[in-house]
Structures are given as C-alpha cells and as structure tokens.
C-alpha cells in the first residue's frame, strides 16, 4: 500500500491556475475511476473538492475541476484565491481492496 | 445536519488498547459504509480501516491489520475502532469519516469528517 506521489508544494499568483498531479500505478488511479480530492486547512478536518476523478459535490467552487491521464489524475485549480492556501491531498481505490492517499501538497498563493 | 463526533482517545503506553467511538448524526447511519483515517502530527492523510452497511465487509491497511477491529452499532449510530498493541508510529488524530458518491464500501469520496480524536502512544 505506498502512497501515491504528490509535489510537496505548488505556488501561484492570485488569478492564476495550478495544477496538482497525483501519481499512481495500473493497480490504483490508473485502473480505477475512484480518484478524490481534499483540501485541508492547519487542525481542521478534510473537506472533498472532487469525487470520481472529475466530479465536484454541490457547493464547490467551479475554480476546481479534475481529470486524470494514465497513472497519474490531476487537480486544477484556476482564478487562484487567498482562501485556496491549504493542504490538498489525493486518493484512489486500489485493486487489493484498501484506499491509498497521497502524500499531500501545500497549495502557496504567492 | 451531519455529525460525526468521535471520543476515546488519550495517552497510551506501547503495547496498550484504546477503543474510539465515533457518534453519528443527522443521516441514516446504516446507509453509509464508515471509516477511520488518521493524520500523524505533521504528516498526511491514512487510510486505516472501512466497514460496510451491514459490517459483513471490513477492510484495514497492512499497517494495523491484526492488531486494530473496527466495527459498527446500527441501532446506536455508532462506528468503532478497538486498537491493540499500540505502537508510537499509530500516534495520530483519528478521525471518523462517511462516505458518499459510493458505488461500493470503498468506491467513493468521504463527504463529512469528525473533528478527530488525538491518540498518542508514548512511554
């Protein structure tokens, strides 16, 4: 169960669009639709910005879209904001029945 | 609205037992599949450990397989982990987590979060 690989940190400026990839194998994001993605602010819990690679649940913003490509899925995150400044993290379903995460990226608005 | 509270954590000797409870509210608990997830200080995210609708499916991560029981009370709205021989590197906020968008136990995305409940195994 290794975790799936996610640049430590990625910076912008306010406005501007990032990217976040998250890396996987044949056996988890490669193989699955079940990609999801997190945000998290310092000591709060996690809150889900994208479910099955490219959906957003109802009341996130449209700034955040997702796709995936391969092994590897990736979060956009566009018109970059202040309050976008977290934690974001990926997981996926994987094949030996068990949800791995990524290591986490620090999103810095610049 | 939903409520995920959980309770039980503490301070713990290696090789102790702590049980945590996670106290649902606001949804129809035996819908949902449940699960735990921890967070290391200063670390990410764990998967630790899922139970189905009914408890009849139950999955752990390789790293707490043997050693932690999750389970779950319907009628109370309740999910459970029983740790045992705790070790340091399962020092970690727990948190209790629903899922939802689910095709299957673990084919979804977690939608609502505990507050977490800080376990901290130290001699």
């Known amino acids: 169960q290794s975790a799936l690989t996610q640049p430590a940190s990625v910076s912008g400026s306010p406005g501007q669009s990032i990217t976040i990839s998250c890396t996987g194998t044949?056996?988890?994001?490669?193989?699955?639709?079940?990609v999801s993605w997190y945000k998290q602010y310092p000591g709060k819990a996690p809150k889900v910005m994208i479910y099955?690679?490219?959906n957003r649940p109802s009341g996130v913003s449209d700034r955040f879209s997702g796709s995936k490509s391969g092994n590897t899925a990736s979060l956009t995150i566009s018109g970059l904001q202040a309050e976008d400044e977290a934690h974001y993290y990926c997981s996926s379903y994987s094949s030996a029945s068990t949800l791995v995460f990524g290591g986490g990226t620090k999103v810095t608005v610049l | 609205e939903v409520q995920l509270v959980e309770s039980g954590g503490g301070l713990v000797k290696p090789g102790g037992s702590l049980r945590l409870s996670c106290a649902a509210s606001g949804f129809t608990f035996s819908r949902h599949s449940m699960h735990w997830v921890r967070q290391a200080p200063e670390k990410g995210l764990e998967w630790v450990s899922s139970i189905s609708t009914s408890g009849a499916y139950i999955y752990y991560a390789d790293s707490v397989k043997g050693r932690f029981t999750i389970s779950r009370d319907n009628d109370k709205s309740a999910l459970y982990l029983q740790m045992n021989s705790l070790r340091a590197e399962d020092t970690a906020v727990y948190y209790c987590?629903?899922?939802?968008?689910?095709?299957?136990?673990?084919?979804?995305?977690?939608?609502?979060w505990g507050q977490g409940s800080l376990v901290t195994v130290s001699s």
């Open positions: 987590a629903r899922l939802e968008y689910a095709a299957f136990e673990l084919g979804g995305a977690f939608d609502n």
């Open positions: 044949s056996s988890d994001v490669g193989g699955y639709k079940y």
């Open positions: 099955e690679v490219t």
